[in-house]
């Protein structure tokens, strides 16, 4: 294969809403390249971009994709995304490594709710936007594209504009008109994507010039140059308005809209047209900012190597003094590459993802990785044609590539020269929104869940999968329950580990609101030594997060000083077991003051013993109560759902904190239960139609409301007591 410059590069994010077609129209535009025989269709499996089992079976894309198409000189690189919002976290992820971002839109459903979340992404990283209105087949789309566009620039403004129009009658979609050449393109639906060039129909001439007009004055807005050409010549030229559209697009003034249907393969050479001549190219983008660090010296090798098995991003040394520095997207500059994605497949094993940020990347070149302290081999350098790997030999800066079996590389790692350590910042993901408590069905499924979702966590960063220490309960998070419900698929299907998901518990604990004192006595005969402990203990409450206190308040020897751990220990194992519903007793002090001992009979189990009765003793008289762990949680939303949430908050017992406005969205901030937040994040996404985000962790635990308390307790297995013995 050759091997393209930066110049002839051209990386592409493909984002929108789940089904406004962005799959077949990733297989339209390979088609049209001439990189597959057929035109690929999402519903028998044959779409190069769709080839998870998974995603097939639910026919919706659940990860990031990677294609390309070799078109004139010019290799676009393609990453094909998912639109739902349950994994549209990928979609975030793909903007790092691209230069564009392709935003199709389902043009009879108009605006969606994706829509407006992936144009946010595409901003957060500066990206130029180019918006497909595709589905233009739809017996409705002609009718509603000036609605749609309508709804476009109202949410996204007026540097919103048609860089075409669509030629569509009775027959249907058959062609665009572009507005730079005033030409037309006419197409045969079903063909292989290849327009003839033609007179623009009579009836959109008046339509086509007006289109022309006000795009060219909005692209002479702000050129000075370009204002006294337009008023001089009353347009621009042709040349003229290439350059300066390519140099409006790249500086984010116009966002051009175009036209397609992939499932017709119409006009989507024009559309590999566009990308070629006005998209920009990785060697235009701006140098991209980077840590590093320097004299960094290790004092722990470990803290320094990382964890071999963790698939988090590894951070810079933290003892090293670091800078910000900028590294231009060029081949002189010494080697950096990006992972931005890892994928396990059955046979080939790990394959990393990578985009090539600088200098020349070669086959079987040996590379170190910043992030983790090791040296990887870049042996079989290929690219990637949806899971099909194309062997290529080198790989120059801007690229993106993907090699296969890397030891210890994960999503998110900087790899590149010894000599020039440098870190980019990997993409930040939202919170998990939603747990579940995972339980493998057998032996033999506990033995393979571990290592099976550390391999999934591995492709997907949302996943976290960690053990409860205060329930014991492996637990499973992600963005919400279809994400995990693909989880778990993935788990029977690739690892054959079949695992049942139960809601997770809440780790209540218990506490005391009142002082007691209370005498202890384990008195036991039974022939020769007998069992014989005595002790008198005071009990207080302390402040909150305060945890457990032992006082020590013995004078003149009435418990021997090596028998007073073993009443300690006593009442730590009564605490641990509870009192009213078997959660752990906290946040009390416990002074033990008085006691008697016998010569022979007294041991280290008897004062134990004698502990936890005067604990239990004591529990009865110091007002014992639940306490519940509280978060803190802060939930961005568009401004028109902002009353909607408020109310459900208080509904949910949660304590609003403050609001901010930041844009057209608002921020608000909360103090609400945890077991009121378990499947928050399916309520938000039905209250504000998949638009908004909450993040949420532990803050403190607080007293349990009286009626929620009885119905805790009386769903709770009470803890069996100490037998009391004297």
Same mark, same amino acid.
């Given at each position: 294969m050759k091997s393209y410059?930066?110049?002839?590069?051209?990386n592409v994010a493909v984002v929108g809403h789940a089904h406004s077609g962005k799959t077949t129209l990733v297989s339209a535009l390979l088609h049209a390249a001439k990189m597959t025989p057929k035109l690929g269709r999402v519903e028998d499996g044959s779409a190069v971009t769709a080839y998870d089992d998974e995603e097939i079976a639910r026919r919706t894309t659940m990860q990031n994709a990677v294609a390309f198409a070799e078109w004139n000189g010019v290799k676009v690189n393609l990453i094909d995304t998912p639109g739902f919002h349950m994994f549209v976290h990928d979609a975030k992820a793909a903007m790092l490594p691209v230069e564009a971002a392709l935003l199709v839109v389902n043009t009879p459903c108009g605006v969606e709710t994706m829509t407006d979340r992936v144009w946010k992404y595409a901003e957060e990283f500066?990206?130029?936007?180019?918006?497909?209105?595709?589905?233009m087949d739809h017996p409705r789309a002609a009718s509603s594209v000036d609605t749609t566009l309508e709804a476009l620039r109202? &949410?996204?403004?007026? %540097?919103?504009?048609?860089?075409?129009?669509?030629?569509?009658?009775?027959?249907?979609?058959?062609?665009?008109?572009d507005l730079v050449t005033m030409e037309a393109f006419y197409y045969s639906p079903g063909g292989d994507g290849q327009g003839k060039i033609g007179e623009i129909p009579a009836h959109l001439q008046d339509a086509a010039k007006a289109a022309h007009e006000t795009l060219v004055e909005l692209v002479a807005e702000g050129k000075d140059e370009l204002l006294e050409e337009f008023f001089a010549e009353g347009t621009i030229p042709e040349q003229h308005l290439i350059t300066a559209l390519h140099e409006a697009i790249r500086e984010d003034r116009i966002f051009p809209v175009l036209f397609s249907s992939g499932a017709t393969n119409v006009a989507t050479d024009h559309l590999l047209d566009f990308l070629k001549v006005?998209?920009?190219?990785?060697?235009?983008?701006?140098?991209?900012?980077? &840590?590093?660090?320097? %004299?960094?010296?290790?004092?722990?090798g470990q803290a320094m190597n990382g964890e071999a098995h963790s698939s988090v991003p590894a951070e810079a040394p933290a003892n090293g003094q670091q800078e910000i520095v900028m590294r231009s997207v060029d081949d002189k500059e010494p080697v950096s590459v990006y992972v931005y994605k890892t994928m396990t497949d059955p046979f080939a094993g790990r394959i990393t993802f990578f985009k090539v940020f600088s200098g020349v990347v070669k086959n079987d070149a040996t590379v170190t990785n910043y992030s983790r302290r090791g040296a990887e081999k870049l042996a079989h350098l290929c690219v990637m044609q949806g899971h099909t790997a194309v062997p290529v030999s080198e790989l120059h800066a801007g690229d993106l590539g993907a090699v296969a079996k890397l030891k210890e590389t994960f999503t998110g790692d900087t790899l590149g020269d010894k000599n020039h350590e440098i870190f980019f910042e990997p993409v930040a993901m939202p919170e998990a929104a939603m747990t579940y408590a995972i339980e493998p069905k057998t032996r033999a499924d506990e033995d393979k869940l571990a290592p099976a979702v550390?391999?999934?966590?591995?492709?997907?960063?949302?996943?976290?999968?960690?053990?409860?220490?205060q329930t014991n309960e492996f637990l499973i998070a992600g963005s919400g329950q279809p994400h995990i419900e693909s989880i778990v698929a993935k788990l029977r299907r690739r690892y054959h580990t079949e695992v049942t998901l139960k809601a997770p518990k809440v780790p209540y604990r218990e506490t005391i609101r009142g002082r007691a004192e209370a005498q202890g006595r384990h008195k036991k005969q039974t022939g020769g030594h007998g069992q014989y402990g005595d002790c008198k203990i005071r009990i207080e409450p302390l402040q909150r997060g305060a945890g457990f206190e032992f006082v020590n308040d013995i004078f003149g020897g009435a418990i021997p000083r090596n028998y007073i751990p073993a009443v300690e220990k006593g009442i730590q194992e009564s605490a641990a077991r509870g009192y009213l519903a078997g959660y752990p007793v906290v946040d009390f002090r416990v002074t033990v003051y008085d006691g008697s001992?016998?010569?022979?009979?007294?041991n280290e189990l008897s004062f134990k013993m004698a502990g936890r009765l005067a604990f239990r003793k004591c529990m009865e008289q110091a007002k014992p109560a639940l306490l519940e762990p509280v978060m803190r949680v802060e939930i961005d939303a568009p401004d028109e759902f902002a009353g909607a949430l408020m109310g459900d908050l208080n509904q949910r017992r949660g304590r609003v904190q403050g609001m901010e406005s930041r844009g057209a969205s608002t921020v608000i901030r909360a103090e609400v239960p945890m077991a009121e937040m378990l499947s928050y994040g399916l309520s938000l996404t039905a209250m504000t139609q998949g638009r908004g985000s909450f993040h949420m962790e532990m803050d403190h635990y607080d007293i349990v409301p009286q009626l929620v308390a009885e119905k805790i307790l009386a769903n709770a297995k009470k803890p069996k007591g100490d037998e009391d013995e004297e």
């Open positions: 410059q930066g110049s002839e590069i051209r500066n990206l130029p936007r180019v918006v497909v209105l595709n589905q109202s &949410r996204f403004g007026r %540097q919103l504009i048609p860089v075409q129009l669509p030629i569509a009658n009775d027959k249907g979609f058959e062609g665009v008109v006005y998209a920009p190219a990785p060697s235009e983008r701006t140098p991209v900012a980077a &840590r590093a660090a320097l %004299q960094a010296v290790s004092t722990n550390h391999k999934l966590m591995e492709e997907d960063l949302l996943v976290r999968f960690f053990r409860d220490p001992y016998h010569d022979v009979d007294s």
